[in-house]
């Protein structure tokens, strides 16, 4: 379908493929949430936004969506069939505590939550998604009754606290995951030198030890971080968290130049690699890593293969 779409949209004048391309992509998607997933699509008025309700699991998830980009990630959750992270989220019935680092949209988190009632501690840096995130909590809340469950933190996630200028190189719209928070050359694929800046904000940081020790947020059971290329600052500002071993088990995002750094802290405090995910298959890019207590290795492995075998018998 994709292919058909792209090969008429090639012979269209470019005025009326640049009309209908949007449509394509969000006729796409609609199909997929209401034919594959047995899901559907509601406006909510309070929250003025879309809510999608999609199955997870025996339970449905209810995520808020403002964009396009917003409804794909939703839609698209665990389509991919060797996705560390959507087999991780539904393995981790432990989880007290997510600190989800990065979290875009929020679902991630918001699944967990439905999974097994975890309390979600949001960390996310773009102004668009904070808001996103907020109105998939009321989302939660109304059904479980338990806002507390959740702490919103409208920051990145660095070494240590500061305050510094936040590029914006997306418009500043819900689903944008493309910011800078101070340091151009921190990031991955070489850094965000020369690239479009729509918009900048001034911004603090966090550090995950911070969040815990300092402003007295529960300390996490469980982490996922997706940072583009700033996970090896973020792990550094975890080091007593790392040291404590209270985390079950992290799942990093990591890519070229910051992999090392992470890999090391982690096997120093006592955790094992225990399965990757590649997303580009045949570039140096980036991979999710799933880290796992060592005392806990085992039992984590079977964890993994046992999800693996009942979502493969899912699809």
Request: charged share 25%; aromatic share 8%; proline share 4%.
């Amino acid at each position: 379908m994709a292919t058909a779409a792209h090969a008429i949209s090639r012979v269209l004048p470019k005025p009326l493929a640049g009309w209908a391309r949007p449509k394509w992509h969000m006729a796409r998607e609609l199909f997929v949430l209401y034919v594959k997933l047995g899901g559907s699509l509601r406006r909510d008025k309070e929250l003025s936004c879309w809510v999608v309700n999609r199955p997870l699991g025996d339970k449905t998830l209810k995520a808020a969506v403002r964009s396009y980009r917003e409804l794909r990630r939703v839609t698209r959750f665990g389509d991919n069939p060797d996705d560390l992270v959507f087999h991780w989220i539904n393995m981790i019935d432990d989880c007290e505590v997510l600190y989800d680092i990065g979290a875009a949209n929020g679902h991630e988190g918001l699944s967990v939550h439905l999974l097994h009632g975890s309390h979600i501690v949001y960390v996310e840096l773009f102004t668009p998604s904070i808001e996103t995130i907020l109105k998939g909590v009321v989302l939660a809340s109304r059904d479980d009754g338990h806002p507390n469950y959740f702490d919103v933190v409208g920051a990145a996630c660095d070494s240590k606290e500061r305050f510094a200028k936040t590029l914006l190189h997306n418009p500043p719209v819900a689903g944008g995951t493309h910011n800078t928070f101070d340091d151009l050359d921190a990031y991955c694929r070489g850094g965000r030198q020369g690239e479009k800046v729509w918009a900048s904000q001034w911004s603090p940081s966090v550090s995950i030890d911070c969040l815990h020790e300092r402003h007295g947020l529960p300390r996490p059971t469980h982490v996922k971080m997706d940072i583009d290329g700033f996970e090896d600052r973020a792990i550094e500002g975890a080091a007593n968290t790392l040291a404590s071993g209270h985390v079950r088990s992290w799942v990093i995002e990591e890519n070229p130049g910051s992999e090392e750094a992470v890999k090391s802290a982690m096997a120093n405090a006592g955790y094992t690699d225990i399965a990757h995910f590649v997303h580009y298959e045949g570039i140096e890019d980036a991979e999710d890593h799933l880290y796992v207590r060592n005392d806990l290795v085992d039992e984590y492995k079977d964890r993994l293969a046992t999800i693996q075998a009942k979502l493969s018998q899912q699809k």
